[in-house]
């Protein structure tokens, strides 16, 4: 990682700089939180002209409204003027820009904060680290090097994003240095348990009967000889109107659908449009999903990935079936019944 040039691109930033500061399409707690904690050091550093926002619909999941720096974020508009440096956080390429892509080919530095192993790097200046458990440690790290104390609206916004991206401290990637960061952030004096109940146990009861009914259709398809057990469920735009649920619900569903012990590969499948899915996998360690999703056109972790895709549900699992090598289960043999 470049710390040097990465500093520096911060420091010769002139008094009346512009920064735009720009995080994954639908945004998580590690995207919105990595890129709010480190607009909030740099307005401490005293960069007075900052702009945040993503791209695609403009809607924060409920849960996340309540982060600190929440009013850097401005919809980006076509008739802005070119900023002098554009940060980009926890997106692993530029595919998960979408029309804010063409914000980092301007006449500006274009930085890149990030700890997707496939991204290829396409900043001027890369900061990216796969060992890191979430973006946000690489954006402390760089706060640090650039002499911005912690206060506890910086420290809120990392811990978010550190808490989401490591399944609240349950993941491997859950080092010692994980839990000193942690430290660091609850020395500021934030409270781990409201910001917890904000942001994990915080569901509209609409919300927990609509994953009823979609944990309900969940099937298991047991390990074939060589292969690995796969459980999947998907949810319908429909099924998101029926209990008047915002998308971004959907993001929680993937969590009681991996716990399931016979498989070790996870996998929901969401609507975004007519015949258009997203497509979030997990893996408990023997396979590696960012290998299915690179396949199927996406991209994320080993034990973590996701991609888009369009067909039918059934299209769009037997893909994976492919990709994992597992032989199709007949109609009406599966698990469930
Ligand atoms: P989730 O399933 O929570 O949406 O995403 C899990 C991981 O997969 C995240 O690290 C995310 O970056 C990655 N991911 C999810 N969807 C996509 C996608 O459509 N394209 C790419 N490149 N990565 C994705
Ligand atoms: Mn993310
Ligand atoms: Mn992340």
């Known amino acids: 990682a470049d710390w040097a040039a990465a500093v520096a691109a911060v420091r010769r930033l002139p008094p009346d ?85 063409g914000r980092l080919t301007g006449t500006g530095t274009a930085l890149v904060l990030d700890h997707h192993a496939s991204n290829p790097g396409f900043g001027d200046v890369n900061l990216v680290d796969p060992g890191a458990a979430a973006t946000s440690v690489v954006a402390e790290e760089l706060l640090a090097r650039l002499g911005v104390p912690l206060d506890a609206g910086i420290a809120e916004c990392l811990y978010v994003a550190l808490s989401t991206d490591t399944g609240s401290f349950r993941f491997d990637a859950t080092t010692a240095s994980v839990h000193e960061m942690a430290a660091r952030l609850l020395a500021t004096g934030i409270r781990p348990g409201e910001i917890s109940r904000r942001i994990f146990d915080n569901r509209p009861f609409g919300a927990v009967r609509l994953f009823g009914e979609v944990l309900g259709r969940a099937r298991l398809e047991p390990a074939a000889a060589g292969g690995t057990g796969l459980v999947w469920t998907y949810a319908t735009l429909d099924d998101l109107a029926r209990y008047e649920q915002r998308p971004y619900v959907l993001e929680a569903l993937i969590d009681p659908v991996r716990c399931t012990a016979e498989a070790d590969v996870s996998c929901v499948v969401k609507q975004t449009g007519p015949a258009e899915w997203a497509v979030s996998l997990r893996s408990k360690g023997a396979v590696d999903v960012s290998r299915v999703a690179v396949a199927l056109g996406g991209g994320g972790h080993r034990l973590a990935a996701g991609f888009t895709a369009r067909g039918t549900v059934d299209e769009v699992i037997e893909r994976i079936r492919t990709e994992l090598d597992v032989p199709a289960v007949r109609e009406g043999v599966d698990q469930q019944g």
């Open 17 to 101: 700089a512009r920064v735009l500061l720009i995080c994954h399409v639908n945004p998580d707690g590690d995207a919105l939180g990595s890129m709010l904690g480190f607009g909030l050091g740099l307005r401490r550093l005293g960069v007075g002209r900052l702009q945040a926002t993503f791209p695609g619909p403009p809607e924060v999941p409920e849960p996340l409204r309540g982060l600190p720096g929440m009013e850097l974020l401005v919809p980006a508009t076509e008739a802005e003027p070119e900023p002098d440096l554009v940060i980009c956080f926890d997106a692993a390429s530029t595919s998960r820009l979408g029309d804010l892509a």
